[in-house]
């Protein structure tokens, strides 16, 4: 392990942001430390990511810390986050962007330290990542529109309540939405996007003002788990039950929606799968590997005719 020692990692996760695996012997003193900034820490999604990350950890006997600030639109807490990381010199680093450019410095940093980043969930602006472990968020959400479109029969409005335009997975599900529904849909009229930063109660708001003015819309897209869950909760308060919405993701909300008809289906990622490969890819790395330059985690279209099917199942995040 680098200079990051036990005592440091165990008062770190007393701070209730960065969660460090246990140790109590000399041999675990000198295993692996592999330090995982991510987007966030509140949301399913990124307690699912931490799971799948711990359990590889533990698999190889690597050391894992994880950590992300309270909300997703939080980029300066994240960014002193990374750099904390960064001057912990751990042995390897993975960070999932909120903003694609602001991460440079402490990337410029790591790599001068000779630590090998991983990034996950979302790319960065940089050359520095030796891998990015995440899903084709721009054709998981293609996907997503042709279900839209097919839902609506091809015509009326639709809306989209994107969590930001800062990190990749933003932007490429936003883009794959739209060329989604320009291939599937070319009589659909799109709305302006709209962002909420993923959180709920802004996407609710959004997502009222969308239905208050518009009479004729007929779908609504959340990019995420909380524009999606914020988008289902808008709708409801607008009494506009009739509306086809879609969301991105599969925690326990949306899954109950799927179940209960509210929310039509989503696209999911496999947010265990994500974690484990991070970790397994930067282990990989330490020891002279060189890993695919872009590991596609892959996703999976869920509504009520497969939401039991083993498949999804084993991607959901309850």
């Given at each position: 392990m680098s200079t990051l020692s036990r005592r440091s990692l165990l008062a770190l996760g007393?701070?209730?942001?960065?969660?460090?695996?246990?140790?109590?012997?000399?041999a675990q003193d000198d295993a692996r430390h592999v330090a995982l900034v991510s987007k966030g820490f509140q949301h399913q999604f990124w307690q699912a990511v931490r799971r799948g990350a711990q359990a590889e950890a533990d698999a190889q006997g690597a050391i894992l810390t994880f950590e992300?600030?309270?909300?997703e639109t939080d980029i300066?807490?994240?960014?002193?986050?990374?750099?904390?990381a960064v001057t912990?010199?751990?042995?390897?680093?993975?960070?999932?962007?909120l903003d694609s450019r602001a991460a440079a410095l402490a990337l410029d940093e790591a790599a001068s330290k000779g630590i090998p980043v991983v990034a996950f969930d979302s790319g960065v602006d940089s050359d520095i990542p030796l891998a990015t472990v995440a899903t084709d968020n721009r054709a998981a959400a293609t996907k997503a529109a042709q279900h839209m479109c097919e839902l609506i029969e091809g015509k009326g409005k639709v809306g989209i309540v994107a969590h930001d335009q800062v990190s990749l997975s933003g932007t490429d599900r936003r883009d794959g939405f739209l060329e989604g529904l320009e291939e599937y849909g070319p009589d659909v009229e799109v709305l302006e996007v709209q962002y909420g930063g993923g959180d709920q109660a802004a996407s609710a708001d959004i997502a009222r003002s969308m239905v208050a003015a518009h009479d004729d819309l007929r779908g609504l897209f959340g990019t995420n788990e909380g524009s999606a869950i914020g988008v289902l909760k808008g709708v409801e308060e607008a009494g506009r039950i009739d509306l086809a919405i879609i969301g991105f993701d599969s925690g326990r909300?949306?899954?109950?929606?799927?179940?209960?008809?509210?929310?039509?289906?989503?696209?999911?990622?496999d947010p265990a799968k994500i974690g484990a490969l991070t970790v397994r890819t930067a282990l990989q790395a330490l020891s002279?590997?060189?890993?695919?330059k872009v590991i596609?985690?892959?996703?999976?279209?869920?509504?009520a005719s497969n939401l039991d099917s083993a498949e999804v199942q084993k991607a959901v995040y309850l």
């Open positions: 007393a701070s209730g942001m960065v969660l460090p695996v246990a140790a109590c012997s000399s992300g600030p309270p909300a300066e807490a994240q960014i002193t986050m990374l750099q904390n912990r010199n751990p042995d390897a680093l993975g960070l999932a962007a909300a949306q899954v109950e929606a799927i179940r209960s008809g509210e929310m039509a289906g989503a696209v999911t990622q002279g590997k060189k890993p695919e596609d985690t892959g996703f999976l279209w869920y509504d």
